[in-house]
Nanobody
């Protein structure tokens, strides 16, 4: 059974960096497209970035503005989200989601599996 476990969140000052990890177990990661989503307090979940099964295709939300990088290591069953130049508005719970397909977009309705999330707080 597919399970996703996110980690790497925490409290960071504006301008700081964090690297989130999403470990996928129970399946072969090579077969799954992965997306990162986030949910701020009182708001709906929104797409941040997504990556194809091979890692050659990626997509980012407009608000990322070149600050984040998504990557994957299928041998380690792990997907990463490197976040730099963090802003207070990046605060929220970050989730990774998976779908048995080559590539999906930034709509969470395209994914069938998700983890419990990791909290990211950007504050001085």
């Amino acid at each position: 059974q597919l399970q996703l476990v996110e980690s790497g969140g925490g409290l960071v000052q504006p301008g700081g960096s964090l690297r989130l990890s999403c470990v996928v177990s129970g399946v072969t990661l090579d077969d799954y497209a992965i997306g990162w989503f986030r949910q701020a307090p009182g708001k709906g979940r929104e797409g941040v970035s997504c990556i194809s099964t091979t890692g050659r295709t990626t997509k980012y939300a407009d608000f990322v503005e070149g600050r984040f990088t998504i990557s994957r290591d299928n041998a380690k069953n792990t997907v990463y989200l490197q976040m730099n130049s963090l802003k207070p508005e990046d605060t929220g719970v970050y989730y990774c989601e998976a779908d048995f397909s080559t590539f999906r977009g930034l709509s969470r309705h395209e994914y069938d599996y998700w983890g419990q999330g990791t909290q990211v707080t950007v504050s001085s």
